[in-house]
């Protein structure tokens, strides 16, 4: 599943124009980072800071492309939604129209709990923050580390390992082996921010509450022994708010070992909801798969609503560019979710169970659907 001819053609034209910044005497040997914050920006450099105080905290989103060398990946981050959407359709994936396991999914719906997921997100708050470049980052990436190998220990057959990157914080993947090697993605990153490198960040609707969903999931599915067709991964990123890091790497790592991905679905935030609906975003996103997902939601929890995030505005954004299927998933509309998100505010006691709960239903339906493809 890689990112087809045209994106490649593409690379050239944009290529000069992501490069440009890049030639000036500022650059990554000063400490600064380079940043995209729409497809016409030709990036900007600036310090880690700047990217969490004067953009993350101002809702403006972007994308780190400081250390992106694939020109197709910068060309797809450099075209318009459309055009993109247009280029990667020819790797598109021809997903059912209905559902068709309702048979293996329901029993394990039944099983779904927040008992466990509120243990979990009242540990993840309590780190002071998880910044990708703090003590507390790292702590926050062992504790979850040695509880995703807690939780998959119910069934032997599961991995679970640390992905490395450049800075303090690995990503974590859990790995259900199906009878193929096909992979199907659900994600959710783990790092949070208060506002600045240094603020109180508790971040529990962004993110332990699509971490407490994803560990929710894989609970069920090791409990009950799951044995999927398709290979089941479940990715917790680290360094999402400092412009996708940590899933730009993941991503760019399965582009290049050639491995074949037919969904990803992302979840940011699954903890605030005053509609009482999950949103499922259309824009920067797989449009056949978004359509999937809501053919999935709507059998197994309701309706669902619709929205746009811009740019750059979740890790889903990184499996698109690297010419991979993804849909992205979200606990309400921009204008009704939570309002307390990059701030010292995103406590535990903000949190709507019944929101997660529905988040979880749905994602063991999507792993188990999907599983199937």
Known sequence: MHLPVVLALLAGSVSSVVAAPAAESQGADTGLRLIKTSPEDPGKWVTEEQKIRDYKSNGIGFVDITDITDDDVLAALSAPDTQQEKALSAQAVDYPSS??????????????SVTSPKDWLKTLTEFYNRYYQSSYGTEAATWLFDTVKSVAAEN???????????????????????????????????????????????GADDNGSGVVVLLEALRVLASAGFKPK??????????????????QDVFSDYKSSGKTVLAVLNQDMTGYSPSGKMSIFTDYVDSALTAYARVVATAYIGATTSDACGYGCSDHASARSNGFPAAYVCEDKMDASSPYIHTSRDAYSTIMWDAVLRHTKFTVAFLVEASFL
């Open 230 to 247: 398709n290979t089941l991964e479940f990715h917790f990123y680290g360094g999402e708010e400092g412009g996708l890091l940590g899933s």
């Open 156 to 202: 032997s057959a599961i991995s679970v390992t640390q992905f490395a990157h450049s800075f303090k914080q690995p990503s974590v993947i859990a790995k259900v082996p199906g009878t193929t090697e096909d992979l199907v993605i659900v994600s959710a990153h783990y790092d949070s921010t208060g506002g600045s490198s240094s603020a109180r960040g508790p």
């Open 99 to 112: 559902v068709g396991h309702e048979g293996e999914a329901n029993p394990l719906l039944a099983q779904v």
